[in-house]
């Protein structure tokens, strides 16, 4: 798919006025697909439900970036306003080193916490989507160097504990989503037959919130203490 199919599928199913966020989800996986042989573009409904990126970059099994869309012409794509999407991109900023913001035509690139560029390659006008072509080599360059970022080194503990608290955060999030979505829909999921397990022994009177809090914080200083002391690795 080139840019420009992408640009008139995205058009066509704008124009009908049915469209929600998630009608053009196979078209980006399409285009990223396309530009990027080498990547596969994985968009994973679960776990959007629990509140993750949408779509999770892999190369060779690895993950490499992450992608986070809201609906064409959202108006808060710098994560500014806190009734908007603000809350949710500080927390991704914080925990994920490889990072876009996009509403299918708008792309903002972050890179450890911080904006690098954006990019749009259309624009709505009257009700259509435009192309802008002229940004569409810069747009494909910038989306194939995205790929090859390599994080920084970490070389404080300061830096470490930012992250790892950011990671946490992060997962905390999701947990608790997932419980939330599981007492909505009146599921007995493997996770809240460890909360219950959790109230039964430990705490009585927690709460979703508070056990997503500590199971986050026990996989991220578990994973930690399990790499310090792995030898294999040293």
């Known amino acids: 798919m080139t840019i420009e199919n992408y640009i008139d599928n995205l058009n066509q199913r704008y124009t009908l006025g049915n469209a929600t966020e998630h009608t053009f989800r196979g078209d980006l996986q399409q285009l990223l697909e396309t530009l990027l042989p080498d990547i596969r573009a994985t968009n994973e409904p679960k776990r959007q439900a ?3 990126p949408d779509y999770i970059l892999t190369k060779k099994d690895i993950p490499i970036g992450f992608i986070e869309v809201k609906d064409i012409g959202d108006k808060d794509l710098e994560g500014k306003n806190k009734s908007g999407n ?3 991109f500080d927390r991704y900023k914080a925990s994920l080193t490889n990072l876009i913001f996009t509403d299918y035509i708008d792309f903002h690139i972050y ?3 911080e904006l690098i560029t954006k990019i749009a390659i259309a ?3 009257d009700n259509q ?3 802008i072509a002229a940004n569409f080599e810069t747009f ?3 989306i194939k160097d995205f790929t090859t970022h390599i994080g920084q080194n970490i070389k404080s503990s300061k830096k470490l504990a930012e992250m790892m608290a950011g990671k946490a955060r992060l997962l905390s999030d999701v947990i608790e989503k997932a419980l939330t979505s599981d007492e909505i829909n009146q599921e007995n999921s493997t996770l809240k037959e460890q909360m219950n397990a959790f109230k039964d022994v430990l705490i009585h009177d927690i709460t979703p919130k508070g ?3 500590v199971y986050a914080q026990t996989i991220a200083y578990g994973l930690f203490a399990a790499r310090l002391h792995d030898r294999a690795l040293c």
């Open 50 to 52: 629990c509140g993750a």
């Open 111 to 113: 890179q450890d916490g």
């Open 140 to 142: 494909t360059n910038l």
């Open 129 to 131: 989507i435009k192309p």
């Open 123 to 125: 624009e709505v006008l």
């Open 211 to 213: 056990f997503a809090d």
């Open 86 to 88: 603000k809350e949710q």
